[in-house]
């Protein structure tokens, strides 16, 4: 079982910058490969970012590939989401999530298995 923790959510200014942080627990976290997701109200949830166990492999969904970068310290457990130009869309509750596949990063809700209780964003116009 692996219990993750988000935080360094808040309001901000479009144009602004956040950075969010997952720390998690379990002894198998640098082997998983770690996921951003989020959910606006009356969305689903979607994906955002990925990253693989050992950080050299990083997949970003197109609404925020070059102002968001993902990236983990294994020897922390902990994955983090830089998230820079932040636009009003980019509100939301963004969640981590650890997937216990070997493989490439997934973008699919339903193949992470652990998730996080969600931190907000939200970036005012």
């Known amino acids: 079982q692996v219990q993750m923790d988000e935080s360094g959510g808040g309001l901000v200014q479009a144009g602004g910058s956040l950075r969010l942080s997952c720390a998690a627990s379990?002894?198998?976290?640098?082997?998983?490969?770690m996921g951003w997701f989020r959910q606006a109200p009356g969305k689903e949830r979607e994906f955002v970012a990925a990253?693989?166990?050992?950080?050299?492999?990083?997949y970003y969904a197109d609404s925020v590939k070059g102002r968001f970068t993902i990236s983990r310290d294994n020897a922390k457990n902990t994955v983090y989401l830089q998230m820079n130009s932040l636009k009003p869309e980019d509100t939301a509750v963004y969640y981590c999530?650890?997937?216990?596949?070997?493989?490439?990063?997934?973008?699919?809700?339903?193949?992470?298995?652990?998730w996080g209780q969600g931190t907000q964003v939200t970036v005012s116009s």
């Open positions: 999530a650890a997937d216990r596949r070997t493989g490439p990063p997934s973008v699919v809700v339903s193949e992470y298995d652990y």
């Open positions: 379990g002894r198998s976290f640098s082997s998983y490969v």
């Open positions: 990253i693989s166990w050992s950080g050299s492999k990083t």
